[in-house]
């Protein structure tokens, strides 16, 4: 089989052929028919001390299972995260991070969803919601941020403001629903927002904080990394919490299948819809990854084995 490798830090991205791997105990063998590429991806691949396993979100058909697996056969179609080679033409996925993918659904729009829509749904949890209240979303037309959009309206938002790097993505996140539009590089993000889901981090706290109403929520779910000032939470009485998946995948099971299972009720129901950028084949992964990297991504990008 094919898959994508690399041999140093930033590349390059290069084919190489490969034994199928098998399904070891409680492990799914599954025919990639799409791979999800996602910026925290590009970012080990440029900045990891040591080449890493391209896993991450896949799509597909199950074409053996190992000992103990007890919720899917040969044949099922699943959408899952795996943690070893990913972009290649088959993955072993671990039965507890798969999930079945209704008829529905195409591969590309399940790898959407496995992933990105559980981050956004997760983080938006985080932020205790109420009915009526202002989102503010930063990244809003990446691959999370564009589901996050629906997603908090969905939960009942009375208003969605879509942060983005270019005015020229305006059409595209008001087209997901989002009453208002601001730049990171505006001086004014408009009226002050209840709760912030923040998948940019760095020099970008500060005014997604600064854009929070007083007793605002700001839920942190980026790799950028970045500080906020003590300071400005206390004079705002404003709070920020730190949200990551795999360990509400790690330590909560029943939670994360109950998140899972909203995800794709919201899918079958319409409410929320995944945009697919582009579409590569494992030979573009590079391009792939440098369209992540430079934020051009409207929606979600995948690689097609």
């Known amino acids: 089989m094919r898959r994508v490798r690399y041999e140093s830090t930033g590349g390059p991205l290069f084919l190489e052929e490969t034994p199928v791997p098998e399904a070891g105990p409680g492990e799914l063998l599954v025919r990639c028919e799409a791979v999800g590429v996602t910026l925290a991806v590009v970012r080990k691949v440029t900045e990891a001390a040591k080449p890493i396993a391209l896993g991450g979100e896949i799509a597909g058909a199950v074409v053996a299972v190992g000992a103990g697996v007890t919720r899917f056969h040969a044949g099922d179609r699943v959408a899952g995260l795996c943690f070893g080679h990913g972009y290649a033409d088959f993955a072993v996925l671990h039965e507890a991070m798969a999930s079945p993918v209704p008829g529905t659904a195409s ?5 959407a969803l496995v992933r990105g829509g559980l981050v956004a749904l997760g983080a938006l949890a985080a932020a205790r919601p109420e009915p009526g209240e202002t989102a503010l979303v930063t990244a809003a037309a990446s691959g999370v941020g564009h589901l996050a959009v629906q997603l908090a ?10 942060a983005v790097s270019d005015r020229a993505k305006a059409p595209f996140v008001r087209s997901l629903g989002a009453d208002a539009v601001v730049t990171y590089a505006d001086e004014d993000w408009g009226t002050p927002a209840d709760y912030a889901l923040d998948a940019v981090g760095g020099d970008l706290l500060t005014p997604a904080l600064a854009a929070l109403a007083p ?9 950028g990394g970045g500080t906020v000032q003590a300071y400005d939470l206390l004079v705002g009485a404003k709070s920020v919490t ?13 939670l994360y299948e109950e998140w899972r299972q909203e995800l794709w009720r919201l899918f ?9 950028h582009g579409e590569f084949a494992l030979t573009e992964a590079a391009q792939a990854h440098r369209l992540i990297e430079t934020r051009a991504n409207l929606g979600k990008v995948a690689l097609i084995p």
């Open 215 to 223: 007793g605002g929520r700001l839920v942190a779910y980026s790799s």
């Open 107 to 111: 591969a590309v729009e399940a790898v």
């Open 242 to 254: 730190g949200f990551q998946m795999a360990r509400i995948a790690r330590e909560r099971p029943a």
């Open 268 to 276: 079958t129901e319409g409410a929320v819809r995944p945009a697919v």
């Open 153 to 162: 309206r969905a939960r009942g938002a009375g208003r969605v403001v879509a």
